[in-house]
């Protein structure tokens, strides 16, 4: 039983950061299980369904936060599963196996431009749009809107502490989008005017809660307070299988010196402590559709996508276990 | 009729922004018109009058948007006008112009600590109370709860543009206060965990609506979401008489460059336009209590502290106008 070097390289540099970004992390492990199984040498169904395991379990331990890594290999694993259970020859599951990984990588690759497209359509002539931190899928959406002729408007927040709301400005602009760039406790001041927000995912539960930048509930909550649409642009490989299971996410904290500067702090009385946490949780009723590739869809069909992905609850385990 | 030197003096230093700080810039005005008073040459009744309304009036030009000068002028005036009007004798009105203008003082240095006192007893042990942006009466109900022997903890935002914030932590901090600090966008994260929210106030509208620094909304919002008690504490002076008669405060707005420093901004697409308000407006529904110094009222009783300050709408005239 072997594991081919190409994964062991993928692997590494998934550790090691130099693959990076929930797309890139997800397609490169995607491309890993391909090349195991162009690769391998399995003499039978079963070695093979060993092989691709091992690869999978090996993938999977590089970055055990990022939920992007885990559902590119279970959407590959899940159907190649299936097969292996299904009794197919080694020909089929392997198969099987290159062709969900070309699908996964697919999917990925067009997932913002149909998310663009789906959510410009709710985009209309004139609208000012509020936005927070910076979402490739987000600004797909307003960028479209744009093309299509839409004369809009992006009110961008500084996205404190790192200023990611900077990027965002920059991609609009150059774009030629007319944008407001203010501080992000303007949100609500800014709201009355606004008609619609349109915001990123790191993460979203089984229940449709939108785990994202720290910040983003706060304006969701003053949009839901204002009537203001609030619509998430998300990948369905932002989807968080575990959380059917009950698991909570982790919400990541951040080095406080990214808050307050290291030289700065030390001068600073001891009792006061930084906390730097990088997300926040939006609960559903405060989200009116998730755009995703698949459909805009209300924040409670998350179960759906994540039946549709992985199955259900109670049937779910990771398909490299046995 | 002559207007005193010193009263011409204090005006100069108001408007040159030698004097500044709300409470200041109200203190210095009530002492130009107890200087004038006490200084007067005036004959009879009427010269005495005169003499006061154009030194109100002279004040009263020095700055005309913040809302404390023009307080502590009508504090006085109001009083000496009915003096005046209800026929009263020169030494009388001089006596009322006098002793009124030291009341105020009086009132205004007596007016954090009394805010202390009142809103301590609202803060029990083992609280954690978030604030926002600094306010020395914020700060002063904090430190009095502390000092009578409640175990408290502060959540401060840092309060972007100008960071306020790290003022409000190093005095609290310095006090011995467990402080933990954080950016204006994750309020609604530690919302959960907060018991009281006490923040500061510039203004407050005759219904009741709080005018603060950009980001207090969103978190009197969220802290109303989480059933959190929202204290503002204000003395009488930030109360806005105008308002009673239907005027809209002004929402000043600052240089960008306190939001993106110039050098960087001069390097943005032009499409970009930076936005920097310093205030926005929290409704009263959002407010459970308003600590002033005359006793902790709910914010729709804003228009009693009016009509007591500066009698009703309909009756209402700039006590130096004709
Ligand atoms: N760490 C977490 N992981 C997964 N879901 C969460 C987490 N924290 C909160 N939620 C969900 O997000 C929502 C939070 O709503 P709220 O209590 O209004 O902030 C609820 O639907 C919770 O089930
Ligand atoms: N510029 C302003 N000056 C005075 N009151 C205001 C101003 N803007 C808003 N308000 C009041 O503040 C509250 C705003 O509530 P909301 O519409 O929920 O933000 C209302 O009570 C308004 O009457």
Redesign the interface.
């Given at each position: 039983m072997t594991i081919v070097k190409e994964v062991l390289e993928i692997a590494e540099k998934i550790k090691n950061m130099e693959i990076r970004g929930a797309g890139k992390i997800a397609r490169s492990a995607a491309l890993a299980l391909q090349i195991q199984a162009e690769k391998s040498n399995a003499k039978n169904e079963d070695e093979f369904w060993n092989e691709m395991k091992e690869a999978a379990k090996l993938l999977y331990n590089t970055r055990p936060t990022a939920v992007s890594l885990p559902n590119a290999l279970r959407y590959v694993m899940y159907r190649v599963k299936l097969t292996y259970n299904g009794g197919a020859s080694l020909d089929e599951i392997k198969f099987m196996a290159t062709n969900s990984a070309k699908e996964f990588i697919h999917n990925s690759e067009n997932a913002v431009k149909k998310i663009a497209e789906f959510g410009a359509k709710r985009v209309e002539d004139g609208d000012i749009i509020m936005t927070h931190c910076h979402s490739s899928a987000a600004v797909g959406v307003m960028k479209k809107a744009w093309e299509e002729g839409k004369d809009i408007k992006v009110i961008v927040?500084?996205?404190?502490?790192r200023y990611q709301g900077k990027i965002t400005?920059?991609q609009l602009?150059?774009a030629?989008?007319?944008?407001?760039?203010?501080?992000?406790?303007?949100?609500?001041?800014?709201m009355k005017m606004t008609d619609k927000v349109i915001m990123g995912a790191d993460t979203i539960t089984a229940n449709g809660a939108v785990i994202n930048?720290?910040?983003?509930?706060?304006i969701a909550?003053?949009a839901k307070?204002h009537r203001v649409w609030v619509m998430t642009a998300a990948e369905t490989y932002k989807f968080h299988p575990e959380t059917l299971l009950g698991q909570l996410v982790e919400?990541e904290e951040r080095d406080p010196y990214e808050?307050?500067p290291k030289e700065e702090l030390a001068t600073?009385?001891k009792?006061?402590?930084?906390?730097?946490?990088a997300f926040?949780?939006t609960p559903p009723e405060y989200v009116d559709v998730i755009i995703t590739e698949k459909g805009v869809i209300p924040p409670y069909a998350a179960i759906d996508i994540l039946k549709d992905e992985f199955g259900w609850a109670l049937k779910y385990r990771e398909p490299w276990e046995d």
């Open positions: 927040t500084e996205t404190r502490p400005a920059k602009a150059e030629g989008i007319p944008v407001i760039y203010v501080v992000d406790g303007a949100a609500r001041h800014y930048k720290i910040g983003t509930a706060l909550l003053t307070e919400i808050v307050v600073w009385p009792n006061i402590v930084v906390k730097n946490p926040d949780v």
